[in-house]
T-cell receptor
Framework: DAGITQSPRHKVTETGTPVTLRCHQTENHRYMYWYRQDPGHGLRLIHY???????DKGEVSDGYSVSRSKTEDFLLTLESATSSQTSVYFC????????????FGQGTRLTVV | GESVGLHLPTLSVQEGDNSIINCAYSNSASDYFIWYKQESGKGPQFIID?????DKRQGQRVTVLLNKTVKHLSLQIAATQPGDSAVYFCAVGIQGAQKLVFGQGTRLTINP
């Protein structure tokens, strides 16, 4: 999986609790992305990062925040989880300078009850 | 902005037949196109890509066709095998830009 590790792989949490998902890469890629995947919606971009401490919003960023303090780690935080955030979350990396494709992690299945 | 759609959410083919999966995009400035395969429980995996200066690109048993006039992209899989069962996504972007836009996916089922 191109040196991408997501943790945890599965999580069940209660509504209103904070949750942090971690993406770790060993490829030294500058660009990292968080997507969510839901039936009927495909992959939708939540946030992305183009360098340490440089992040920007995607199309479905409400209710999510991110942080990137090191090149290899990109964290996604749900400040107060809601049932609508039950989804499968994918992290991806991309080397924009070579215009290559995005490589995806294995995903984190999050259930908010 | 860009929007990406697929013509069929599901496709069922006989083993050994050829499969064609389609994708349409809206932004004429898009110039980079990728097909991904996603098996159950896994993340999407790169299959093949094509840039706008090409109309066709071939890989191993796969061919991607690009029609920029009608903003249409297709993935052809030759001699479909059971291992080809998966969801296939197209992704569209602009070279040098930061984001890709994904279609919703087509689930390909192979009948024995």
């Amino acid at each position: 999986d191109a040196g991408i590790t997501q943790s945890p792989r599965h999580k069940v949490t209660e509504t209103g609790t904070p949750v942090t998902l971690r993406c770790h890469q060993t490829e030294n890629h500058r660009y990292m992305y968080w997507y969510r995947q839901d039936p009927g919606h495909g992959l939708r971009l939540i946030h992305y990062s183009y360098g340490v401490k440089d992040t920007d919003k995607g199309e479905v960023s409400d209710g999510y925040s991110v942080s990137r303090s090191k090149t290899e780690d990109f964290l996604l935080t749900l400040e107060s989880a809601t049932s609508s955030q039950t989804s499968v979350y994918f992290c991806a990396i991309r080397d924009r300078t070579s215009n290559t494709e995005a490589f995806f992690g294995q995903g984190t299945r999050l259930t908010v009850v | 902005g860009e929007s990406v759609g697929l013509h069929l959410p599901t496709l069922s083919v006989q083993e050994g037949d050829n499969s064609i999966i389609n994708c349409a995009y809206s932004n004429s400035a898009s110039d980079y196109f990728i097909w991904y395969k996603q098996e159950s429980g896994k993340g999407p995996q790169f299959i093949i890509d094509i840039r706008s200066n090409m109309d066709k690109r071939q890989g191993q048993r796969v061919t991607v066709l690009l029609n920029k006039t009608v903003k249409h992209l297709s993935l052809q899989i030759a001699a479909t095998q059971p291992g080809d069962s998966a969801v296939y996504f197209c992704a569209v972007g602009i070279q040098g830009a930061q984001k890709l836009v994904f279609g919703q996916g087509t689930r390909l089922t192979i009948n024995p």
